[in-house]
C-alpha cells in the first residue's frame, strides 16, 4: 500500500498527496467548528464561551500530539524511501509502544489537572462550570485522540494520505450528528459537545482499525518491533519533540490572547474564540503543505534524492503565498459576515470582525514558515523552525496582544 512519492512530476506529487491531507484538515476544523455552530444554536454566551475556551485548549492538546507524530512519518518516510520495509516495521512498531504510554500519561496528568486549567486560562466565571465539563469529557478521549493521530502519521509516512482523511470524515459526519442528538435534543450544553466529540473520535478509531486489518501495507509487525529501541525511539523524538514544542508554543500564546479576552469580559472572549475557529479553518492550506512537504521531502532524502526534495519546498512555498494573498483580500471584504456565520450578538461580531481584520495577513508569512519547518524535519533538524518560533512568539505574538 507503500506509495511513491520520488517519482513523477514534483507538483502533482504536492496536489495528489496534499488535496486529501487538505480535505482531512478541513474535515478536522468543521469537527471543532461544528461544535461551536450548533452550541450557537441551542445555548447562550456563556456556553458559547466554554465550548471556545475547552476547544482551544483540547486543540493545543491535538496539535501536540500531531507534532511527535511527525517524528513517525518522517522515520517511516525515509525507511520507505529507502525501501528499507524491515526498518518501517520497527519505526511503526516503536510508534504504538511510545504513544501508547504518552496517551496514558495525559490522560492521567490532564484529568487530574482539569480544574486548574480552567482557573489558569482565565475562564470566565460564568462560563467555568461548562469549561470544566468539556475538558473533562474530552480529556477521557485522549486514548482516542492518540490512536487517530498516530495511525495517520503511519499511513502518511508510507505516502498514502487518503485513509486518514475518510478517518476524519467519519468522525466529522458522527460529531455533528451526536451534537444536535446532544444540545439539541437533550440540551446538554458545553457537555454535550464534549460528548459528541469523544464517541465521534471512538467511532473513527475504530474505523481506521478495521481499514489496517483489510489493507496490505507491506509491512509485517513483529513482536520484537514493539519492543523501544533507543536509536529507534529516539530518532522519532529528535524529530517530533521540537515539531511538537513549537506548535504547543503556538497554541499557548493563543491560549495567552484568550486570557487576555477572558479578562476583558464574556463578549471579548467569545469574539475571540470565534474568530480562533474561524483562523484555524482558513490555515488548511499552510497547514496541510507543512505535512506534505514533510512526508514527500522524507521519501526523497531517503532515496538519495534531495535535489527533488529541494523543488518539493520551492512549488510548495509558491502555492501558500499565492493562497496567503487571495484569503487576505477575501476576509478583509467579508470579516463581518464570517464572523456572524458563528453568533447573532451584534457586540461579538464588531470584536470579531476587528480581530480577524488585523490577523489575516498572518496567512502569507505563515505558510512560508510552515513550508520550511515541514523540510527542515524531513532533514531531522526541526529545532530550526521551533528557533524560529520561539523568536516569533516572545518578540512579536504575545507583546503584540
Given amino acids: 500500500m507503500e506509495k511513491n512519492l520520488t517519482t513523477g512530476s514534483v507538483p502533482r506529487t504536492i496536489v495528489v498527496f496534499a488535496l486529501p491531507y487538505l480535505l482531512s484538515y478541513f474535515l478536522q476544523t468543521l469537527y471543532g467548528m461544528a461544535d461551536l455552530f450548533i452550541a450557537g444554536q441551542f445555548i447562550g454566551v456563556d456556553g458559547i464561551t466554554a465550548v471556545a475556551n475547552g476547544s482551544q485548549v483540547l486543540y493545543m492538546l491535538t496539535v501536540v500530539i500531531v507534532g511527535l507524530a511527525m517524528g513517525s512519518t518522517v522515520t517511516i518516510g525515509r525507511a520507505v524511501g529507502a525501501n528499507r520495509l524491515d526498518r518501517a516495521a520497527e519505526a511503526v512498531g516503536n510508534t504504538i509502544t511510545l504513544f501508547v504510554a504518552v496517551a496514558a500519561l495525559l490522560t492521567v496528568t490532564l484529568l487530574l489537572g482539569v480544574h486548574g486549567i ?3 486560562i482565565g475562564t470566565p466565571a460564568e462560563a467555568v462550570e461548562g469549561t470544566t465539563q468539556y475538558l473533562s469529557i474530552c480529556f477521557v478521549g485522549i486514548p482516542f485522540i492518540v490512536a487517530y493521530n498516530i495511525i495517520s502519521s ?3 509516512g508510507m505516502g498514502d494520505s487518503k485513509s486518514p482523511m475518510w478517518f476524519i470524515a467519519v468522525a466529522c459526519v458522527c460529531n455533528i450528528a451526536f451534537d444536535y442528538l446532544f444540545m439539541g435534543c437533550f440540551r446538554l450544553g458545553p457537555a454535550g459537545a464534549a460528548l459528541g466529540t469523544t464517541l465521534a473520535q471512538t467511532i473513527s478509531v475504530l474505523v481506521a482499525l478495521v481499514a489496517i486489518r483489510r489493507k496490505r501495507t507491506g509491512i509485517r509487525l513483529r513482536p520484537v518491533d514493539f519492543r523501544p529501541r533507543r536509536d529507534m525511539t529516539g530518532g522519532i523524538l529528535k524529530i517530533g519533540v521540537p515539531t511538537a ?3 504547543g508554543c503556538i497554541q499557548v500564546a493563543f491560549i495567552i490572547i484568550t486570557v487576555i479576552a477572558n479578562h476583558r469580559g464574556l463578549t471579548d472572549a467569545a469574539a475571540v474564540g470565534v474568530v480562533e475557529k474561524v483562523i484555524s479553518a482558513l490555515f488548511l492550506v499552510p497547514s496541510s503543505m507543512l505535512a506534505t512537504v514533510s512526508a514527500v521531502s ?10 527533488r526534495a529541494a523543488l518539493t519546498l520551492r512549488y510548495a512555498t509558491l502555492i501558500t503565498i499565492m493562497y496567503g494573498i487571495v484569503v487576505s483580500i477575501v476576509v478583509e471584504c467579508a470579516a463581518s459576515g464570517i464572523v456572524g456565520l458563528f453568533t447573532t450578538d451584534a457586540t461579538v461580531i464588531l470584536l470579531g470582525t476587528q480581530y480577524i481584520r488585523s490577523y489575516i495577513v498572518d ?3 505563515a505558510g512560508v514558515h510552515f513550508c520550511f519547518t515541514g523540510f527542515f524535519a524531513a532533514y531531522g533538524r526541526s529545532y530550526i523552525g521551533f528557533i524560529h518560533n520561539i523568536i516569533a512568539i516572545s518578540l512579536v505574538r504575545v507583546p503584540g496582544a
Avoid: H, Y
Fill in 118 to 120: 480552567v482557573t489558569l
Fill in 154 to 156: 503511519i499511513f502518511r
Fill in 245 to 247: 514544542v513549537q506548535d
Fill in 298 to 307: 522524507a521519501q526523497n532524502i531517503g532515496a538519495g534524492k534531495p535535489e
Fill in 363 to 365: 496567512a502569507v508569512f
